[in-house]
């Protein structure tokens, strides 16, 4: 990196304006793969602060947003540590929007987090670990299950929120047939409690993951039939009648159904 090219990039991430950022995210983009280490810490730390932008306050500025996301990720497996420990920043955006770029750094991410969540007793900080465990796409993601499914029958709302959320997302990560027999009912039988739960985002979380395990081969046609049967009561379509209350419920069961 040249002398000039640092204090240009450096200048362009300071400012309040969307086109001059996308220009030094853009820069950051063409130094990557030449960095030393040392270089490329000190266009991290430029890059980072941009996951405080605050999307609904700053709707122009969230390609911003999404592209120091992206870039993030592309600096390498080093900067996990660093982004696990700034998990707690406070900040609900900039922890989502660690979490996302967390998700993007793939498996490699996986046993970290997994030493953060036992580590902490954080509650906050436990939710938040999930929510980006549940953004790695990757099959390697099924040895997070266990921790997901306690979670999901906790009585920590924000956790047992995002648990119920996060084994859906598993569900789109891990091949059909390989999730254990156990861990799969276990599954099924965590999400049909859930549907019980008194929050309506816990219970629409709950038949969207239901729905992604029928979507990605998860379901025998017995268990298909049985949520599709869960689908009809909760929009109030059989023969009772009797819908569930909440409109982001009937939502998602309107789209679960569309996966029987």
């Given amino acids: 990196m040249s002398k000039e090219t640092y204090p240009t990039i450096q200048a362009l991430l300071s400012s309040n304006e969307a086109s001059k950022l996308a220009q030094g995210l853009k820069m950051v983009r063409q130094e ?60 609900v955006k900039a922890q989502l929007a660690i979490g996302h770029a967390l998700g993007r750094l793939g498996a490699d991410a996986i046993p970290p987090l997994l030493d953060e969540y036992a580590a902490s007793e954080d509650l906050a900080r436990r939710t938040f670990i999930l929510y980006a465990l549940g953004k790695i796409k990757s099959p390697q993601i099924s ?77 025998t046609e017995e268990e298909r039939q049985d949520l599709k049967v869960v689908c009809q009561r909760l929009l109030g379509t059989d023969e009772h009648y009797q819908w569930d209350r909440a409109y982001m419920v009937r939502h998602e069961a309107k789209e679960a159904l569309q996966h029987v």
């Fill in 143 to 219: 040895q997070v299950l266990p921790l997901a499914l306690e979670a999901a029958s906790g009585s920590n709302l924000e956790l047992r929120d995002t648990a119920t959320r996060a084994l859906g997302k598993f569900a789109e990560s891990i091949p059909a047939g390989q999730i254990s027999e156990a861990e799969r009912l276990a599954c099924l039988e965590r999400l049909r409690e859930n549907l019980g739960d008194p929050s309506p985002a816990i219970r629409a979380k709950a038949i969207r993951s239901w729905g992604k395990l029928a979507r990605y081969g998860h379901l």
């Fill in 32 to 91: 990557i793969a030449h960095l030393e280490q040392q270089e490329a810490e000190m266009l991290f730390d430029l890059v980072v602060p941009l996951f405080y932008i605050d999307p609904l306050d700053l709707p122009d500025f969230v390609p911003i947003l999404n592209e120091a996301v992206s870039l993030v990720a592309e600096f390498g497996a080093w900067v996990i540590p660093i982004l696990v420990e700034d998990l707690d920043a406070g900040d």
